[in-house]
Every structure is written in C-alpha cells, then in structure tokens.
C-alpha cells in the first residue's frame, strides 16, 4: 500500500527583517523550530525569506526546505512586490503557503494561510502613518477573506476578528506563544550584587518605545516612588523606538533621569539576568497581541504589573497585577506594593512560574499542525 504524500507548507517570511519586527520574529520562529521537533510525516515546510533572514538564523537552513528571496534587502515596497511575482510563482506548486506577516499577497498560487497577530492598526490607527494604517486597512480585511484559517496568538485576537469580519470559529485557530527549558529562580550572587549596584531595585520594561506600549507611564510612576523609595529605579530594554527621546527628556523634567536606565537591545542571557532581579515586569502596553515579555517574566519568577487592556489579562491571569489602563496612580500603588510586601512577591514569584507552564512551545506546534491540517480540508467555506 502507498504511503499517503505529505502535504508542502509553504511559509512566507520575506516580512521578517532580523532584530526589527519585534516579538512576532519570537514567536514565529520559536513556533516553526517546535514543529520541526516534532517532525509530523504529513507535513514538510519550505521556508521562503531574505538572505539576512538565513543568515541570522542558520538553522532554519538545516531545519526546512530553505528558499532565499533572489534580491538583496528589500523596503515594504520591495517585498510586496517580490510576493506577488517571484514568491507567487516559486510557490505555486505547495498545497498551502502560510502568510506569517498578517497580509495574504494579492497575487497568489497556493490557498493560504495567515497569522494576524492583532487589529492593532484598525483598533489604534493614529499609531500608524498615514501611508501603512491605509494599506493595512485595505489589506488585513482582504487577508482575513482569503485565508483558509487565520491563526491569532490569543483569544482575544481570535474573537476581535471573529467579531469585526464575521468569521466562523473553524476559520480561526487560537496558537498562543510557547516557552519551554526556563527556571524560576534567583540569579547567582555575584550576577545579583553587580545588577544591584548598577540598578538598585528596579522596575524593568522590555519593550521597543512605539507610543502604545507607554513607557511614559512608568517613568511617571518612577517620580511618583521616587521621594518614598530613593533606591529604586526603572531599566528599558529594547531597541531605541520613536519615543525613546521624549522618554529622556521626561525623565529630567520629572527629576529622575538619574534613575531611568535605557539600555537598549541587550544580549538573551543579559535579559534573562534582568529578569531575575527585577522587582516587577512593568508593562502598561496599549495594545498586545499577547505579551510576550509578560511570560518570559513569570516563567522566571519574575513579578509582573501589567494593564488590564487587550490580551495582558488573559495571559497574566492571577499570577500577577493588572491595573487600569493609562492609570499612573495605579500603577505607582501596585509597585509600590510589591517594593514594601514581600509576601505578595513571593507568592507572585511562585504563582507566575505556574502560570507560564500553561504555554509550552509542544502545545502551540500540536495547535499550527492542527490548523494547517485543517486548512488542507476544502470545504465549501473555503471556496471564494
């Protein structure tokens, strides 16, 4: 008996420029290593990206079927238009192409796949240039049409487009961020003693500075603590981003430039330090997706303040703080909380480990092959 062919899975990641797209680079790349492991015989993956892509992350060459893109580095221009012609026809023979970047190309072969990782740019278009909130107002409602299943990382994703499109919940497939082999605990003493001297105790906030994330919230906390809690200090990681130097110039107006510490895109191991030392994870974002930083904190142990806007809830659950979004006060009280109640940020420190071990990179690589499986089935929804 013939062994039944396994299906190609395209993947387009021509959108993925190397340290520039942020936490969807993690949690795509993350999720596409935790399938591999899992090596499903119905499924193989061709990987279509830039050279830089390749180059930066070398394993994917040995992982998948690798495809580099035939330019060099390309603008949002250039890539758009490398989709529609070299990406459509290197394509055309795969049973499903994967659109990982939250757009299906107009011009295209194979039935597609794609992962919205938040209307972002609908719900908070003044966020966005004029130019990019048009384009993704035209395209994502046209993406989300066409897709055979969208993938989101969260429920919250997930039902936003259900509600906003119209959506049926078999055209929607809810793949969370995963994380696998992190430990709570302390950092070892010499780590924690040179993290102390530089920083005393501090609120940490890993996030690039786009004005949703409103790290100007936590420096204004920061002035809030500074006169009750003299050694304490805030520490942005992260690549410098538009609002990084507003964030300078609000921290000397408020007096406590001395305390804010900008750090800037920091090596994985020096993060993870950051992490373990810190007496909170602040993250009053906006708007997430999921929040990746908020479960890297608490799989670490790390306390976690985050706002209650969007999917931070969903994701914190009670193993850490929530406060009203843009709510300063509030989050200079919860702060404050966790810098005088060591009871609280120890049974936090606890709980957030807990937690984080709903998430697991195996889970989410069951929950992809489950949604490209069950985009391999036509149906007649699947029809135009």
């Given at each position: ?126 966020y966005f240039s004029v130019a990019k909130r048009t384009w993704l107002a ?32 078999d055209r929607l497939a809810v793949v969370p961020q995963g994380l696998d ?155 404050e909380r966790l810098l005088t109640d060591s009871t609280l940020a120890a ?38």
């Open positions: 008996m013939t062994a039944a062919r396994s299906a190609t899975i395209g993947v387009n990641l021509l959108w993925l420029v190397p340290g520039v797209v942020g936490g969807s680079e993690e949690y795509t790349l993350r999720l596409l290593r935790a399938l591999s492991d899992q090596e499903p015989d119905d499924l193989h993956l061709r990987i279509y990206g830039q050279a830089a892509l390749f180059e930066t992350h070398p394993d994917l060459i040995d992982r998948f079927t690798a495809v580099t893109a035939p330019q060099g580095p390309l603008g949002k221009v250039g890539r758009i238009g490398l989709e529609a012609t070299w990406l459509a026809a290197a394509s055309h023979d795969d049973d499903l192409v994967h659109h990982a970047g939250g757009v299906v190309p107009p011009v295209r072969m194979a039935p597609p796949v794609l992962t919205v990782h938040d209307l972002q740019p609908l719900e908070l278009p003044h035209t395209m994502i409602p046209r993406s989300v049409q066409a897709a055979r299943v969208t993938i989101c990382p969260s429920r919250f994703t997930a039902e936003a487009i259900a509600a906003r499109f119209g959506l049926s919940a082999g992190v430990t709570a605990g302390p950092n070892p003493p010499e780590v924690a003693a040179e993290l102390a001297a530089t920083y005393g105790r501090y609120l940490l906030y890993p996030a690039i500075a786009y004005p949703h994330k409103r790290h100007a919230d936590v420096v204004r906390a920061l002035a809030a603590l500074a006169e009750r809690h003299p050694d304490v200090s805030v520490v942005f990681s992260g690549r410098p981003g538009p609002e990084t130097p507003s964030l300078e110039a609000l921290a000397t107006e408020l007096g406590v430039a001395d305390r804010l510490h900008i750090v800037g895109r920091v090596p994985v191991d020096r993060l993870d330090a950051l992490y373990r030392s810190a007496t909170a994870v602040a993250f009053p974002s906006a708007y997430e997706g999921f929040g990746n930083p908020v479960l890297e904190a608490m799989a670490r142990g790390c306390p976690v303040i985050a706002s209650d806007a969007t999917a931070l809830p969903e994701v914190v659950g009670d193993a850490g703080l929530t406060v009203p979004l843009g709510d300063v006060a509030a989050l200079a009280a919860a702060a049974e936090l420190a606890d709980a957030g480990p807990v937690r984080s071990g709903r998430y697991t990179t195996p889970d989410a690589a069951h929950r992809l092959a489950s949604a490209y499986r069950r985009a391999l089935r036509p149906t007649r929804e699947h029809s135009p």
